[in-house]
């Protein structure tokens, strides 16, 4: 895996820029970069999304397979994220088994999604004890120019929320080739969106692009969803080695407020449209 290498000098340009409330791409502190929406990537898939955000560029596909229950959860279906982070995406990626980023990436939208209650277990349940369905979510990146967690997690919701279930045929216990007109269940009301805040210098900032991701002390990454109308922390992780300050956390907590409010009706928008 290579280093990405950013100069002193532009080190130093775009934290005096982000202490005058400014960016290089002449957005503000917090703002996200467009949103691009794109379906049908794959018909073999139950759904298959591109999100862009900015340059970064994301597939997500959901597919689903019959498989036995655990012990402990006998009439409820099963949960999978998995990520690629793939070389033509950044030269900081490696071909082979899924790197420390990738398997960060994929645990971060997981728990986001799981611990929401956006995907109703139970409903995924054919018999008790012996099949129940398994929902995978397959999440590719394509191009990384920074906030890989905020462009794969807005894939994997709109993925899930646009995914058919396969028809199957419970006489001979198989799947068949092709997808009914029902969707797969979820709590649609328990969506919950991540949206993933560093600190620069000493600004908090939004959708970094990847130079900002690479100079930036602390990331922080906040799953929320929606509680009568008002946010609801569902899952939260961090990263880098920047400590967190009790200032720091109340700054990340407001602009998480305010970007929610304004992102997750788009999301849920693009999701269940």
């Not at 202490?19 to 996200?32: N, S």
């Not at 054919?126 to 906030?147: L, R, S, T």
Request: proline share 4%.
């Amino acid at each position: 895996m290579s280093k990405y290498i950013i100069s002193n000098l532009q080190k130093e340009k775009i934290e005096s820029y982000l202490a005058e409330g400014k960016r290089l791409d002449g957005r503000t502190a917090v703002d996200y970069r467009e949103i691009i929406v794109e379906d049908g990537i794959s018909p073999s898939a139950a759904s298959a999304i591109k999100v862009k955000i900015g340059k970064t560029e994301v597939y997500a596909g959901v597919h689903l397979a019959v498989t036995t229950p655990y012990p402990d959860s006998p009439n409820e279906g099963t949960f999978m994220t998995s990520a690629e982070l793939h070389p033509m995406s950044s030269n900081q990626f490696d071909i082979g088994k899924p790197g420390i980023k990738a398997i960060e990436l994929a645990r971060v939208i997981d728990r986001g999604i799981r611990e929401s209650g956006f995907l109703d277990f139970k409903k995924l349940c054919i018999e008790p004890k012996e099949k129940v369905w398994q929902v995978f979510v397959d999440i590719i990146a394509i191009n990384d120019d920074g906030n890989l967690l905020d462009v794969a997690g807005i894939a994997a919701l709109i993925a899930l929320g646009r995914a058919k279930m396969p028809v199957y045929n419970a006489e001979e216990g198989i799947t068949e080739h092709e997808f009914s007109k029902d969707s797969i269940p979820l709590n649609k009301e328990d969506m919950s969106l991540n949206m993933t805040f560093h600190k620069i210098g000493k600004t908090i900032v939004a959708d970094v692009s990847k130079e900002e991701e690479e100079i930036s002390n602390l990331r922080l990454s906040i799953a929320i969803g929606d509680n009568k109308g008002k946010p609801r922390i569902t899952a939260m992780q961090k990263g880098k080695e920047g400590t967190i300050t009790k200032e720091d956390m109340k700054t990340i907590l407001k602009v998480a407020e305010d970007k929610w409010t304004e992102l997750f009706p788009k999301i849920k928008k693009y999701a269940f449209e």
